[in-house]
């Protein structure tokens, strides 16, 4: 693109002059006779010429206001009435260099060149010291893309709060090391991390991991046990797959988030807690809503400061330097002699889709360093799986004969829980479902009891 250069001149003959000067030179120009009229257009200028003596408003006075609104711009002063002190004062305030009317239009080159060159070496260097200053590891997390550069700063901005998180993103996109990272640049860093997997745990003992209970709450409570909440009182809870809390679980969540309070199971003694929550999930919440399987409430409680983490395959430009890392952070672990990976080993890498995210991509890189010979990761090294699509019995029929979608989705339900042996969450692994989402058609066919 052009550069463009701001004259300012109320002399008509020599404004035209010094326009089509650097016009010639392959410049863009704009034109004012006054300081007023520059004002205007000045933060667009790449360049200001500009007359000392300017009708209404001195020159430095006028350079003075073209600092505050456009900093960058560097500024030449042009003047008939030059001497050693003005120069001085002109390039105390800012000014860039100083042309002494008449001036001849070689000389004019030459001072246009020689700023042009200083305001591409101050561009140059405010980009390497953004550069410099931007964070391409946070904590083991690695990112060059945009989209990680925004989850940085995020975590900078909302780690020193104690505001709830809730992080969003598909499985192995890194949502535990980025609820570790906000944990451990807050003030609570040295207070405790508890993590708890909603997941994880059997419904009809959620309640009394959460909360505790009290000896003799119900059988084989033995002794008096705290729960996940009070062992992380003054630091932070990550709740990770947040929508598979069930609903009487969650109304106590959501009187945690609001009142800082709880009881423990079998207890009427109110405990009062500080913990700051981060939660984490990788449904879509807004769809659990709509199904009536996750409260409203507690949904806007936990989303007080969203963060969306993007998955591996909409930030390709990560994959070299995840890749790299993971060949540097296992290669001694596995005893492999790796040390790099061709460039069409990356190639490979860089092709793939990715439905694991970053835990599929570590996973990847340690079982090629075992398999691999050489010092190089190559292509052939590494080994991608992909499920093969189920092909369908009967091209003609995508649903059995004589039976409905929903009548299909009941046999289905039906068989899973057949296979579980009745247990709810092993059967919603086997058909992909969360057990609240399980739960939600269970309650549909009217076999929730």
């Known amino acids: 693109m052009k550069k463009r250069i701001l004259i300012v001149e109320d002399e008509e003959k020599l404004r035209r002059v010094i326009g089509l000067q650097l016009v010639s030179a392959g410049f863009e120009v704009d034109n004012a006779a006054t300081a007023e009229e520059a004002l205007k257009i000045v933060d667009r200028a790449d360049l200001v010429l500009t007359d000392l003596k300017l009708p209404n408003m001195d020159g430095l006075q ?18 008939a009435f030059g001497s050693v002190e003005t120069a001085v004062e002109a390039m105390k305030a800012g000014a860039t260099d100083f042309l002494l009317k008449p001036f001849s239009l070689d000389h004019l080159m030459q001072v246009v060149d020689k700023a042009m060159e ?10 390497l010291k953004a550069e410099l200053g931007r964070r391409y590891e946070f904590d083991n997390i690695i990112g060059r893309s945009g989209a990680m550069q925004e989850i940085f700063d995020a975590i900078e901005r909302v780690a020193p709060t104690r505001a709830t998180v809730l992080l969003a993103g598909e499985s192995g996109v890194g949502k535990d090391l980025i609820a570790r990272a906000i944990h451990f640049h807050s003030p609570r860093r040295d207070r405790p991390l508890v993590k708890i997997n909603c997941s994880a745990i059997p419904e009809n003992l959620m309640e009394s991991e959460l909360f505790g209970y009290e000896k003799g709450a119900f059988t084989g409570a033995n002794t008096t046990k705290p729960g996940k909440f009070e062992q992380a009182d ?8 947040i929508g598979d809390v069930p609903g009487p679980i969650q109304v106590k969540l959501l009187r945690v988030l609001q009142e800082r309070e709880f ?19 990788n449904q879509d919440l807004r769809a659990a809503l709509e199904q009536g399987t996750f409260r409203e409430d507690l949904y806007y409680r ?34 492999s002699r790796v040390e790099s990976i061709t460039d069409a080993g990356m190639e490979k890498l860089m092709g793939y889709h990715w439905p694991g995210n970053v835990r599929e991509l570590e996973n990847v890189i340690e079982r090629s360093l075992v398999m691999a010979h050489g010092t190089q990761l190559d292509a052939a090294d590494i080994k991608l799986e992909s499920a093969p699509r189920p092909k369908p019995q009967n091209e003609s029929h995508f649903l059995p004969e004589g039976m409905s979608l929903d009548t299909y989705e009941q046999e289905l339900i039906r068989e899973a829980l057949r296979r579980a042996d009745g247990n709810k969450s092993q059967a919603a692994r086997m058909l992909g479902l969360t057990r609240n989402a399980l739960r939600y058609r269970l309650t549909q066919m009217g076999l929730e009891a």
């Open 62 to 79: 006028f350079l003075g206001l073209i600092r505050r609104q456009n900093s960058q711009v560097p500024v030449v002063m042009m003047t």
């Open 118 to 127: 200083v305001r591409a070496l101050r561009d140059e260097n405010r980009q």
């Open 234 to 241: 003054t630091g932070t809870v990550f709740l990770d797959e």
């Open 263 to 281: 009881e423990r199971l079998g207890s009427n003694v109110t405990r009062h807690i500080d913990v700051r929550v981060i939660a984490a999930t």
């Open 302 to 335: 936990l989303n007080v400061v969203p963060l969306n983490i993007p998955a591996l395959r909409e930030r390709k430009q990560d994959i070299p330097f995840l890749a790299n890392h993971f060949v540097q952070k296992l290669a001694q672990d596995s005893g």
